[in-house]
């Protein structure tokens, strides 16, 4: 079985493209926060 949401970035197109396909999401407070020590 394949993971479709093996990456980060996988992972945020899935999730910042929910409202695109699902019409009654109108607001959403989830953002992505990645961490790393490149990202601090």
Same mark, same amino acid.
């Given at each position: 079985? @394949?993971?479709p949401l093996?990456?980060?970035e996988d992972y945020?197109? $899935?999730i910042y493209s929910l409202s /695109? /396909? $699902?019409k @009654? %999401?109108?607001l959403a407070?989830?953002? %992505?926060?990645r961490l790393g020590? @490149?990202?601090g």
């Open positions: 079985m @394949s993971n093996r990456t980060p945020e197109l $899935f /695109e /396909e $699902f @009654s %999401i109108r407070t989830l953002t %992505i926060v020590a @490149s990202l």
